[in-house]
DNA sequence: TTGATTGCAAATCGTTTGCACGAGA
DNA sequence: TCTCGTGCAAACGATTTGCAATCAA
């Protein structure tokens, strides 16, 4: 989860969701069976490594199994939630990605490339956000999403900037038609 | 915005806040209209103080205006949001809150209940979280949410402890009837 | 008056579900 | 074989939009 789901707790014992119980619940009793489609939706979020959405999902997966619908690859997802295979990712504001669940094992949050759209994790966070709380307000967890630009993306735009002072500097030249 | 573009806070003086909606800034070209269903809207938002969400804004303006519709709702957030007296609030999770544009005018965060899904304005947070990104990364901004309960869910779920207690200690008494 | 705004219903958009067919074990 | 899973389409919930009636300026 990306939801840091430890931090300041009253002595409130109280289990919550967490994946705590699964292991009795959601032992293979339902015969999951393995099939081409779940497979592929796998292969996918093992090779990007990063949190995805359905419709990404969809569409990288389509190419190891062409007629492959959007509501399997829903159905899917939830299905590897529920076992603890992959782990639900609420950004602000945006629909539901998803990740493997390892990588939610750690508290962890995310980044999101304004250029390219794309989700990327980021360790660390070792903050505690209680001292921002008012009074008589308890926390629980907490939810930390940067934005900014990949470096792949920051690449990119570097290098249209250049291009773009390049042309600039051309344009000024006196031999160059003016502008 | 609840996105911390947290570059510079616009010191943004206000002078005599009484319902100075279009000031300098949101010159009323279009010839925008002032209607029952929005001073509705407008008087819920002011004086709940606290992003809302669209359902909820409806539930409260209908006590004004009994035949608002959920439509007329949704598009006076937006004109209002276009205008700058509300600002967007993109939480975890997918429905839009909206909050007065003043409150999002200094960096700040939100609170979410656990209990009642009510959302709270954090103030504070003077993080930089640049440290956490990867090589080539570049931030511009960044969300933070925090999970938990407010103040009173806290007491109300202390009070139903107590009771619960109690009434389990009547039940060990001898003479009363057992559960 | 007159055109912006409303209310209602139909239309979207993302996601879920019902159902008959196809495919793992 | 015998279910479970899939694909497709209809269903859904949140939000938007078309349109005739309404109302503020």
């Given at each position: 989860m990306n939801?840091?789901?430890?931090?300041?707790?009253?002595?409130?014992?109280?289990?919550?969701h967490g994946h705590?119980?699964h292991?009795?619940?959601n032992?293979?009793?339902?015969?999951e069976?393995?099939?081409?489609?779940r497979?592929?939706i796998r292969?996918?979020m093992?090779?990007?490594?990063?949190p995805m959405?359905p419709?990404?999902i969809?569409?990288?997966?389509?190419?190891?199994?062409?007629?492959?619908?959007?509501?399997?690859v829903y159905r899917n997802l939830k299905a590897m939630v529920e076992v603890g295979e992959l782990s639900p990712v609420q950004?602000?504001?945006?629909?539901l990605f998803y990740e493997l669940a390892h990588k939610a094992?750690?508290?962890?949050?995310?980044?999101?490339?304004?250029?390219?759209?794309?989700?990327?994790?980021?360790?660390?966070?070792?903050?505690?956000?209680?001292?921002?709380?008012?009074?008589?307000?308890?926390?629980?967890?907490?939810?930390?999403?940067?934005?900014?630009?990949?470096?792949?993306?920051?690449?990119?735009?570097?290098?249209?900037?250049?291009?773009?002072?390049?042309?600039?500097?051309?344009?000024?030249?006196?031999?160059?038609?003016?502008?």
């Amino acid at each position: 989860m990306n939801r840091a789901t430890h931090e300041h707790d009253i002595p409130h014992a109280h289990a919550g969701h967490g994946h705590a119980a699964h292991d009795a619940l959601n032992s293979p009793v339902h015969g999951e069976r393995a099939t081409r489609q779940r497979a592929a939706i796998r292969e996918v979020m093992v090779k990007e490594a990063r949190p995805m959405s359905p419709p990404e999902i969809l569409d990288a997966a389509k190419k190891l199994v062409p007629r492959l619908g959007i509501a399997t690859v829903y159905r899917n997802l939830k299905a590897m939630v529920e076992v603890g295979e992959l782990s639900p990712v609420q950004l602000p504001g945006n629909r539901l990605f998803y990740e493997l669940a390892h990588k939610a094992d750690h508290h962890h949050h995310h980044f999101r490339c304004e250029d390219c759209e794309r989700v990327f994790d980021i360790d660390g966070c070792d903050e505690t956000f209680s001292a921002l709380l008012p009074a008589g307000f308890t926390l629980h967890s907490h939810d930390l999403t940067l934005y900014g630009s990949c470096a792949e993306c920051a690449t990119k735009a570097l290098a249209r900037q250049a291009k773009a002072l390049a042309k600039q500097a051309k344009a000024a030249k006196p031999q160059s038609p003016a502008a």
